[in-house]
């Protein structure tokens, strides 16, 4: 339990700083803001191997690539599920899934250090 917090919190700092970033993408709150980070590092940890599973051989080929859009898609959810958050299209999602994931990997180095 303590690692999805973790993650989330590291979601959430990464979404604070796509906000600086990414035109399309906006919070009504700070607390829409932590819920969806926590949302998107549930996300991440139950739907997404999932979605990796399922569209392996498209990732095959794009050589990883397929996988960009598997981010942008959870972004997507997650701005459906959460009334306070707005994502105006894809490229919003996946800039804001590229900025998250980074922020999210720097994050995780120092948790581990």
């Given at each position: 339990?303590n690692a999805i917090l973790m993650r989330g919190a590291?979601?959430?700092?990464?979404?604070?700083?796509?906000?600086?970033?990414?035109?399309?993408?906006?919070?009504?709150?700070?607390?829409?803001?932590?819920?969806?980070?926590?949302?998107?590092?549930?996300?991440?940890?139950?739907?997404?191997?999932?979605?990796?599973?399922?569209?392996?051989?498209?990732?095959?080929?794009?050589?990883?690539?397929?996988?960009l859009v598997l981010n942008a898609a959870m972004v997507?959810?997650?701005?459906?599920?959460?009334?306070?958050?707005?994502?105006?299209?894809?490229?919003?999602?996946?800039?804001?899934?590229?900025?998250?994931?980074?922020?999210?990997?720097?994050?995780?180095?120092?948790?581990?250090?």
């Open positions: 339990m590291f979601a959430a700092i990464g979404l604070w700083v796509a906000t600086l970033f990414v035109g399309g993408l906006q919070f009504d709150d700070g607390v829409t803001l932590l819920l969806a980070g926590v949302v998107l590092a549930l996300c991440n940890a139950f739907l997404k191997p999932l979605f990796i599973l399922l569209t392996l051989p498209i990732t095959v080929v794009t050589l990883g690539l397929f996988l997507g959810l997650v701005a459906s599920l959460m009334h306070g958050m707005h994502v105006a299209g894809f490229w919003s999602a996946l800039g804001t899934s590229i900025i998250v994931s980074v922020v999210s990997g720097i994050g995780g180095m120092f948790a581990r250090a």
